[in-house]
């Protein structure tokens, strides 16, 4: 299981939010590219890089944050947040993100976001759901659609995609553990998804629980940044 620090991005700066909520915004690091090269010294090849910024906008905002850590380090960098047009998609693939990750467009653009993966490609994107009760919610997590989580899957394999993480809001940010029942399930319905944990992961103990119930990768923020986790373990983790 590829072990993948997250690092959200507010006026430049590393910050962690509770639940979404900007209210709780919490600064840990002021220069991003000093925590991402911590991450690579101790082993990790790759980062999920949050603009909240661009989330807030509706348009990306800290590109110059992704391109100092793309030309910076050699993470495999994710970079999501605000990503509303093909622009912003040239933009975040052309600062040298890996992946562009896609959330609300794929739920509330569906020809928009087919007509992206045919024009560059599936395998440029991260697809994101945020999952409440096994519905997808969207609008910064305050509203719960009708979308069943499997048949958005279900609907996007279809289309190519092939690498998705999935964030139980319930738990996000609150250091309860993560949902891994319900990863359990998509990854048996879906056993060739390369499927990514997000949420909850609160000690290397939710790591372990993850990998046993066969997810490729798990995203892990404020573990790390609340010392829950060292770096150190991580690396350790990854040489299992």
Known sequence: MQLI???DIIEGKCVRLTQGDYSTMKVYNEDPLEMARQFEDNG??????????????GQVKNWK??????SGTSLQVDFGGGIKTANDVDIVLGSGAQWATVGSIAVRNEPLFVEWLTRYGADKFLLGADVKDEKITVGGWLET??????????KYIAHGVTHMFCTDVSRDGLLQGPSVELYRNII??????????????SSMQDLHLL??????????????Y???????ELKNFKAC
Request: net charge negative; charged share 20%; aromatic share 8%.
């Open 211 to 224: 990998a046993d119930a066969g997810c490729s990768g798990a995203i892990i923020g404020k573990a790390i």
């Open 188 to 201: 048996q319905a879906f056993p060739s998804l390369y499927f990514i944990a997000s949420g909850g992961v």
């Open 5 to 7: 620090p997250a690092i």
């Open 226 to 232: 609340e010392n829950k986790i060292s770096l150190q």
């Open 145 to 154: 659609t009708r979308i069943d989580i499997y048949d958005f899957i279900r």
């Open 65 to 70: 944050v992704l391109e100092s850590i793309t």
């Open 44 to 57: 990790l090849g790759r980062l999920h890089l949050v603009d909240l910024d661009g989330a807030k906008a």
